[in-house]
């Protein structure tokens, strides 16, 4: 199948062109044989959005060749490429409901556009440097310094000058600099505002790529396909790597993001620099992508030097895309520019329902007959921007299909933006749990129907007794959830603080597990992370329950180890410390688990207590172990306790949920340890594992697999 899989592109008709190619590895449907049938119409046709493609490489030879009248030209384009999602403002897709209404074909476009035989035949977006868009360059303070190609050549100056260039895009600006250049990646982070979250990169080529990543069959046919994502990839060691790039883009990363040029404009870009640049999303930390051009400098304005422009209108985002290979298939972990929105295909005609999603790392999708359709990912909804975002990708999603949904579902949480944002649209208001919501998404895209074993584990989520979750084990069915088994729950001195600090988790779990005494132990890392007084106002707060939130979060745990073993005691991002805690163990699957032992059900509940576990890794930290080798047998722990309630559950198949698995060690040794057991392990693919596929678990959840809703939301 991975032969298949990887030999399509290359081996198909000369003719043919693949727009968007997604696939998933489903349970194996038994036929006999290979044919090629009739196409059975089911339910009416529906027109699709399709998502923004790369350059073809017909395109790309265009503008190479200094003998074509497209030569250079940034805005080059045809039936197999270029933009569809981020200009479209209305269905049918046409010229004239796109953001390339503003310029009138001319005569050489227009002949192309109407000639069946022409590769631009009803290219809607087709144009050439006489009739279409066009590039400007502006300084810092938005006054123009160049236009066309010269406005490349100087933003690419600059670039080699060590200068951040703000770069309009397909679905928003990057900002990008020298990825060589130390000086000037530090000076991003500091006027960005993002001190250690790893920087995507953009390479010329994929032998630049390949110079400084190890890249598989599979990572190079991501990195060359029509989404064009960003792949994370294993670096090199510096002694083995061709090139070097500047220690601040990923500090201690193993791993970098790349992606190569997708649009003609990033070609000409990289083309000219011939070396990588970090190229990251415009935008403030935790804002959404910017798509404007006066908006952008002025919201960018402290932060690029320069500004790369032009005046084709950006309908709607579109990040970037994340993906990563895992277990040899394909795993997306930012689901937007070349993926969104295209949807998932459910069994039987549904009626069309609005889903609200999570609250980090946001989507929204609606339903329509056998379809869902997952919007761009829309980031936090922390700021005033996000939820703008939000609420425009709500009715956005609504125009483009013409759907007036009948009904609409959030997350449980009451406090959640999105949950507030879905009462306010006035409509019969249903909720889903959030970690069913997690299983829920795994199963649409795996095309199960239950039952299974839910295996959600992510940071946080509202749970239905008041405390938080995070680490469930649910059995998932048409009828609903049960709550089959959890972590041991611990508390969480400070709340919201332990999220950003894992010393105060690492406390919370030594309280629980192994008394306070280990609050004086000057041997534990976290315990010297304190003064002696904040440990005794953290003690107090654990002792009499204030201000110390309960919690079964897997997510938590992974931060409150990282902390006992010393890896990090406070995160700039979300995440941070649970990746170091992935990096550190090094990749290796070869370390015994410890014992976690399953306790007696508390209301039904089997208990996963992590305190055994706990006391061995301090045990063997002070008798020498390695670090790496105590973050690897840590994990290989994780993945054992999967077996262990797969087997108390008896459900044969096991879906793999929540940010946990974004995790590539804890889901390959779950994936491995539950199919060496004889269970059929089930994980994302096309679907972030992350809170970006709430949205879509939250319809599958309640209106596939149910078919009838539960009693409206309060
Ligand atoms: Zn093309
Ligand atoms: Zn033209
Ligand atoms: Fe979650």
Redesign the pocket.
Known sequence: MEEFLLRLEPEKPPRAFLQSFEFSYLDPAEYAGFTIRESESRGGPTTLVLPDIATCPDCLADITDPANRRFGYPFTNCTNCGPRFTIIEGLPYDRASTSMRHFAMCAECRREYEDPLDRRFHAQPNACPECGPQVELWDESGTLRASRAAAIAAAADMLDAGKIVAVKGLGGFHLMVDARDEDAVVRMRLRKRREEKPFALMAPGIRCVEDLCVVDRLEERLLRSAEAPIVLLRKRPPELAGAQIAQSVCPGNPWLGFMLPSTPLHHLLMRRLGYPVVATSGNLSDEPICTDAREASHRLSGIADAYLVHNRPIVRHADDSIVRVLLGRELVLRRARGYAPLPVAVPAGIPDTLAMG?HLKSTVAISRGANIFISQHLGDLETEQSLQAFRHAVEDLKALYALEPTRVICDMHPDYVSTSEARATGLPLHAVQ?HHA?IASCMAENGLEGPVLGVSW????WGPDGTIWGGEFLLVDRAGYRRTAAFRAFSLPGGSAAVREPRRTALGLLYEGLGPALFEDPGLLPVCAFTERERSLIRQMLARGLNAPRTTSAGRLFDGVASILGLRQRCSFEGQAAMELEWTAGGRTDQPPYEVPLLPRENGCLVVDWVPLIARLIEDLRNGTSVPLLAARFHASMAESIVAVARAAGERRVALS??CFQNALLTTLAVRRLEENGFLPYWHQRVPP??GG?SLGQIYAEVVLKGQLSAPYP
């Open positions: 999570g959030h997690h992510d940071g946080t989520g929540g940010g992350n809170d709430i």
